[in-house]
């Protein structure tokens, strides 16, 4: 036991009711449960006793502690999630919440949050599907016969290969056993689906007679995933997706693609090679694709999945297919986002992630002019500042060796690290979130909406 002096020190520590009392607290006790709020106070004044009795010192009077205790409870009604500017040079960041959504998606989905004819059929006044809702435009825009959607395109996969080869076998190229961030790995979801796993081919080249041997020796799906963040060069060589589908037909076998971005423009358009559109895989007679909401189909967190009436019928049919099913407000902004397609020639005006790929260079650099001198003013006296040109990405695993140009406000540290410098602006008001490289801080300007934010964000730091 310790000597008789921070023994005193605890008993001088102010008590549970007087820090209940303080006026500090007043306004928070009148709109935050009691149990909660004592809980915090007796929470608070145990780390103190341990520290005191650790390391001995004065105990902090009542002052200090209605103090702490009211900075943690304003934490508790403060929203956790909330927006960011995303310099980072990755304009769909999956840890940022990929695409940014639509002004109409996003009245959609207000519009969508009351009573709503979610699974009513208006015409005949009975029961309906949740998808009938946005089946239509979905075929409308890919050339399918049916579709079906689920949360996202992790999910899309489970559930079609789950469906279509339960305790069967899968084929899929070596070339494309790929993982996709966050854990999400071809080989791991297609055992997870129920199915096993059978290698094709090798690594950079697999030809039509690898496929060919996996037929027969009982390959009851062909999938074809698209290589979303890497891409084998040299000497390679796939199996068109074509030709899959000519093989999976002569051996009565359905033929999958995961194609993860889903695409319905060519990328081509803003000089970004080699994605894969979603009409082109269905063109191409692929039984099932599936894509995601949120990559570059530009919309909200979802599995788009496209294909062949029989194929679509069974995976609706599977009882997993509830168990993954989207909620009203994602379909709402899913309709939304996918009607801009009706139009194609304004899809920079309609979707936020097309208005910033498709921005001009031109653009960038009034953007440049506008938040340069606030920045400047920002760091002054912290880091020095310059402008680069620079290549950003789209992201979101999508085109991974094709970038656009942009230009980039590069900040060195006068002092400290340039990850100290990055944490500064991230705790600016809404944060702003740059990428650390080659000892600066990188702020890419493609990816920033407007000027506005950022500038009052930089404003407000500099006020006292
Ligand atoms: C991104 C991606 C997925 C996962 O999609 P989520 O919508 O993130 O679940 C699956 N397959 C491929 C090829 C992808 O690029």
Not at 77 to 91: D, H, Q, S, W
Request: glycine share 8%; aromatic share 4%.
């Amino acid at each position: 036991m310790a000597t008789g002096e921070p023994i005193k020190a605890l008993a001088t520590l102010p008590a549970v009711y007087e820090i209940l009392a303080h006026p500090r607290l007043a306004a928070l006790a009148a709109k935050t449960d009691h149990a909660l709020l004592v809980a915090e106070i007796q929470r608070r004044l145990a780390q103190h006793r341990e520290a005191l009795r650790a390391d001995g010192g004065t105990p902090p009077d009542a002052d200090a502690v209605a103090a702490e205790v009211a900075k943690i409870v304003e934490g508790w009604f403060e929203p956790r999630l909330k927006p960011v500017i995303n310099l980072t040079g990755t304009l769909l960041h999956t840890n940022l919440g990929r695409a940014p959504l639509s002004e109409a998606a996003v009245a959609a989905m207000t519009a969508a949050s009351g009573t709503v004819n979610l699974e009513y059929d208006l015409g005949r006044g009975k029961r309906g599907d949740r998808d009938t809702l946005i089946e239509e435009l979905l075929c409308r825009l890919s050339g399918a016969e049916a579709a079906t959607i689920v949360n996202n395109n992790a999910a899309a996969v489970y559930l079609t290969l789950n469906t279509l080869a339960d305790r069967k076998r899968v084929a899929v190229s070596r070339g494309e056993l790929v993982e996709i961030g966050d854990s999400f790995r071809i080989p791991d979801i297609v055992k997870k689906s129920g199915c096993k796993l059978m290698e094709v081919g090798t690594t950079n080249r697999t030809h039509p007679a690898d496929y060919q041997r996996a037929l027969e020796e009982g390959a009851t799906v062909l999938l074809k995933v698209h290589a979303s963040n890497y891409r084998i060069q040299g000497f390679t060589h796939e199996v068109s997706l074509v030709e899959l589908v000519a093989l999976g037909r002569k051996h009565n076998v359905p033929v999958v693609t995961d194609l993860g971005s889903g695409a319905f423009v060519d990328m081509r358009r803003w000089g970004l090679a080699g994605e894969p559109t979603v009409q082109e895989s269905v063109a191409a007679g692929a039984d099932v694709v599936t894509f995601s909401g949120d990559k570059l189909l530009g919309g909200p967190q979802a599995g788009l999945i496209v294909g062949r009436v029989e194929a679509i019928k069974r995976i609706k049919r599977n009882p997993m297919k509830r168990a993954l099913r989207c909620d009203k407000l994602i379909l709402a902004a899913l309709e939304a986002t996918l009607r801009a397609y009706l139009s194609p020639a304004t899809i920079e005006q309609s979707l936020p992630a097309y208005r910033l790929i498709g921005r001009p260079l031109a653009e960038i650099e009034r953007l440049m002019q506008d938040v340069l001198p606030p920045i400047e003013r920002w760091a002054a006296g912290r880091a020095g500042v310059a402008v680069e040109p620079g290549r950003s990405q789209v992201g979101s695993g999508s085109l991974p060796d094709q970038t656009l140009e942009t230009r980039i406000i590069a900040l060195t540290p006068l002092r400290g690290s340039p990850e100290t410098l990055a944490q500064a602006l991230r705790e600016l008001r809404p944060p702003v979130i740059g990428r650390v490289h080659g000892g600066k801080v990188l702020l890419d300007l493609r990816g920033l909406p407007d000027a506005q934010p950022l500038i009052e964000a930089l404003a407000a730091a500099a006020r006292p």
